[in-house]
């Protein structure tokens, strides 16, 4: 949450003041959302698959007799795992964005940092405060309740995280269009990166959908 609200304010005020070394640490803050996302989810991974029914979104959805392959996908099958898992996807997408374009387009990145950020600070609040996966019981119980029959089909274990990549990575171009608004880059230039990073996420997206229709 910390390094998330840094890269908002660094991106913005680094962009206002142009100062590079200011600008520089948003960017840096941003792919340390990333790391730090990638451990949590990780870690949520790990009780999952140890079956560490402490952990209440373990206990209420997972159980010893489930495949692995549902434990796996049982991460994204409950509310609180869900939002974990697409903050993690929004800041691989952030990640991926700030290594790209860490030299090209110098007026519009600062914002595109900072727009992205702030919706990673967004979910990571709710996993805080609203929604934390983390959250133990008083006890363990012997065995958890095990992942909705209605989940356990094999394609439910793609569908989720296809159209996860394809509506989280709509914050690229999002983020593209809000920074040519603010600094009035309102030509073509934004464009290029922005259609790229449409093409990406609708191709995931689509993939989704006919999944999901065939589940």
């Known amino acids: 949450l910390v390094a998330a609200g840094h890269a908002v304010v660094a991106s913005v005020v680094g962009a206002r003041r142009q100062h590079a070394s200011l600008i520089r640490s948003g960017e840096n803050a941003a792919i340390l959302v990333c790391i730090l996302l990638s451990i949590a989810v990780g870690s949520l991974w790990f009780s999952l698959l140890t079956h560490d029914f402490r952990v209440q979104f373990v206990a209420e959805n997972s159980n010893r007799a489930m495949p692995i392959f549902y434990v796996i996908a049982a991460l994204w099958g409950g ?73 356990q089909h094999p394609i439910m274990a793609i569908h989720p995280p296809l159209l996860y990549l394809g509506m989280v990575g709509m914050a690229v171009p999002f983020a593209f269009g809000i920074a040519a608004l603010l600094t009035r880059h309102t030509d073509n230039s934004w464009l290029r990166p922005a259609r790229r990073w449409t093409l990406i996420p609708w191709t995931f997206l689509g993939a989704g959908l006919l999944l999901g229709g065939k589940w």
């Open 79 to 151: 509310q609180s795992g869900s939002l974990l898992f697409w903050s993690w996807l929004l800041s691989v997408y952030g990640l991926a964005v700030a290594l790209m374009y860490r030299h090209q387009y110098r007026g519009l990145m600062p914002y595109v940092v900072a727009s992205m950020a702030t919706s990673s600070f967004f979910f990571v609040l709710l996993n805080l405060f609203a929604a934390d996966p983390f959250k133990r019981l008083a006890f363990a119980p012997p065995d958890g309740r095990g992942l909705n029959p209605l989940l």
